[in-house]
């Protein structure tokens, strides 16, 4: 099922979250050791300060120079690049937390619903898991204090649940079927941000690795990935990395070199005072021989591009499915000294043919930028290759001597528009209004008791199968005031069976059972299989 009833505001958002917070950054974070120079340029004098100060204390009013500089801190990065960015010390520990490879907690997945916290999840071996919380579980107090309502945010949750390695928090929580209120006192304790979501055997053969991001653990990951599947007879593989924005960089150079041959060029980067890096393989990956084909869609981006570029450029697999976002620049990022962070642009980075596959931007124009996957919306490249046009002054070859292009994105060797067959403006609302994903927490929340003596994916399908799910759905929406239209639901009805299926089936397996129901008839994926029958 490809991604592609997302609401246009959705794409927008993600395009901006490709660009701003999870770009494409170096394996180390550098220090600088002397802040002032970014902003004291020769002859400046460190102008900057000069004002703020004259300001403070002579300006005719009171003023928040706190809150001039940060403001003034967000504008002076904004006058570069769409992907140079500055963050807050306020949000420098949500961000890291992205990227890095665990962070404490108490180890839930949550939603909220209703005003309420539901507990999706408990992560396996974690401090909830250990005290007895429950999947449905509803956090309702927060050390003592009720902690429900309109005003709680995903964010303000996280900031009450998440804290230091072996701190304490004291949670209430109602439980279905019990009447009293629940204590339980967690400690926190380290949660792994896991990067490679699944690692599945889709076909006798073949099996599939999706990787969400680049992340500080995803190379360990995926090596774990790989040998579980080769040990379950894998002998091709499909990566999948749609809707991947990026992450490190030295990551996805380790990933690739699994599949490459000695002394073969994987990306180099170069900038105005960043001497040109290269990264080479070494011929020692594990799936050097193996077929390999590799998903990617407009969201893929940064360090995903690295990856799909140089399996592209060095003619060792094939790339399936859209354009990729087209993000070339590599950021660094820079500590100051109040403990805030600058991701600032340092080079570009190219290919093995030596193409940038950055996108144009303006300096100072993010917004034009940020509408580029709109725009490719509405001019029809989602749905067919033929709206895409490359310049010809941007060709390179490959090493097997194919023509592809540089100066926006990786263009996939097969392209798959997306499937707007089963479309329909019933189906459009109730994506856009949450209410599959609702439905399938509150039937996942009835039937428990059942549920979770199902222990695969298969068995959840078949058993799924046989509960009328779209029928009691209808209801369920109805009731939403969105009113059954017979002639759409019927178009939208495979759609819809799909998705809440594998909803419920995430609600009790977690992604190893989401993946393989979701992804059982996408069209990329089975364009993915086609192309690897037969090779060898």
């Not at 003034?72 to 904004?78: E, H, Q, R």
């Not at 799924?464 to 009113?483: C, H, M």
Request: hydrophobic share 40%; glycine share 8%; aromatic share 8%.
């Amino acid at each position: 099922m490809n991604r592609k009833y997302i609401l246009l505001a959705f794409v927008i958002l993600l395009s901006v979250i490709s660009g701003l917070l999870l770009g494409n950054l170096l394996a180390s974070r550098a220090n600088m050791s002397n802040l002032t120079r970014v902003f004291s340029p020769k002859g400046m004098n460190n102008k900057v300060d000069e004002l703020l100060s004259i300001i403070d204390n002579q300006y005719v009013d009171t003023v928040d120079v706190t809150k001039m500089t940060e403001e003034l801190m967000v504008d002076l990065v904004a006058q570069l690049d769409p992907h140079s960015v500055y963050i807050p010390v306020s949000d420098l520990e949500n961000v890291n937390n992205e990227l890095e490879g665990s962070f404490s907690g108490i180890g839930v997945q949550f939603n909220i619903q209703n005003d309420t916290i539901m507990i999706v999840a408990v992560v396996s071996g974690g401090p909830s898991e250990k005290v007895g919380l429950l999947a449905g579980d509803r956090i309702v107090k927060v050390n003592d204090s009720v902690f429900v309502g309109k005003k709680i945010t995903n964010e303000k949750v996280m900031k009450k649940l998440r804290g230091q390695k072996n701190t304490k928090v004291k949670l209430g929580i109602q439980r279905h079927g019990t009447a009293e209120l629940l204590n339980y006192t967690i400690t926190r304790g380290e949660i792994p941000v896991n990067s490679v979501d699944i690692a599945y055997m889709i076909e006798p053969g073949v099996g599939f690795i999706r990787v969400s991001k680049f992340a500080a653990t995803t190379y360990s990951e995926f090596l774990d990935a790989i040998a579980k599947l080769r040990n379950s007879g894998a002998k091709k593989y499909i990566i999948d990395l749609r809707e991947n924005s990026g992450g490190f960089m030295d990551q996805a150079i380790n990933m690739v070199n699994e599949f490459l041959p000695a002394n073969r060029m994987i990306v180099y980067s170069q900038g105005k005072s960043y001497k040109r890096s290269e990264a080479i393989s070494d011929g020692k990956g594990s799936c050097i021989s193996v077929p390999v084909a590799v998903l990617i869609n407009e969201f893929s981006a940064s360090a995903s591009e690295i990856f799909s570029g140089a399996i592209q450029d060095n003619d060792r697999g094939l790339i399936i499915g859209r354009r990729s976002f087209g993000k070339g620049l590599v950021q660094q990022q820079l500590d100051l000294s109040d403990g805030s962070a600058i991701r600032l642009t340092v080079a570009r980075y190219y290919t093995p043919s030596g193409r940038s596959i950055q996108k144009p931007y303006e300096k100072g124009k993010s917004d034009a930028y940020e509408m580029d996957i709109l725009n490719r919306y509405n001019h029809g490249e989602f749905d067919t290759k033929d709206s895409i046009h490359m310049a010809d002054s941007l060709k390179y070859k490959t090493l097997g001597g194919r023509t592809v292009y540089g100066g926006g994105g990786i263009m996939p060797d097969i392209f798959v528009p997306r499937d707007t067959t089963e479309y329909t403006p019933y189906l459009n609302k109730i994506i856009n209004y949450g209410y599959l994903y609702q439905f399938a927490f509150q039937y996942t929340d009835r039937n428990r008791a059942v549920l979770k003596n199902i222990k695969s994916w298969q068995q959840m399908e078949k058993y799924l199968d046989a509960q009328n799910l779209l029928a009691q759905f209808e209801i369920f929406a109805s009731a939403k005031g969105v009113e059954a239209n017979r002639k759409q639901i019927e178009i939208s009805k495979n759609v819809i069976i799909n998705l809440l299926q594998a909803y419920i089936t995430r609600n009790s397996l977690g992604d190893n059972g989401f993946y393989p129901l979701l992804y059982k008839d996408d069209k990329t994926v089975l364009k993915a299989l086609i192309q690897l029958k037969g090779k060898k």
